[in-house]
């Protein structure tokens, strides 16, 4: 089993930053992918940006590119995703996964969720 523990969110006003951590601890030899979703309340949970165990990267939505960068250590298992100039919209619940498929944009292509930490981006 794998677990995954999010840190880094909070309340931040609009053109700011934040850095959202993710830890996996357990059998971790299996996480070729990890990436980040966001749901934000009455939504469904939308992709934001995955990164492969080989460095390479997706991201999702046009209105994240160019402000949002994601970044892993292998050494550490970890996973960061760096979120700058934050906009009212970006609020959510910013969800970490990882899994061992070659995918990343999808919700199935991931076998371990984290718990979720709330991003609030006031105006």
């Known amino acids: 089993q794998v677990q995954l523990v999010e840190s880094g969110g909070g309340l931040v006003q609009a053109g700011g930053s934040l850095r959202l951590s993710c830890a996996a601890s357990g059998r971790t030899f299996r996480l070729y992918t990890m990436g980040w979703f966001r749901q934000a309340l009455g939504k469904e949970r939308e992709f934001v940006a995955c990164m492969w165990w080989s460095g390479d990267s997706i991201y999702g939505a046009d209105s994240v590119k160019g402000r949002f960068t994601i970044s892993r250590d292998n050494a550490k298992n970890t996973v960061y995703l760096q979120m700058n100039d934050l906009k009212p919209e970006d609020t959510a619940v910013y969800y970490c996964?990882?899994?061992?498929?070659?995918?990343?944009?999808?919700?199935?292509?991931?076998?371990?969720w984290g718990q979720g930490t709330q991003v609030t981006v006031s105006s």
């Open positions: 996964a990882a899994g061992s498929s070659s995918g990343g944009r999808w919700s199935k292509d991931y076998d371990y």
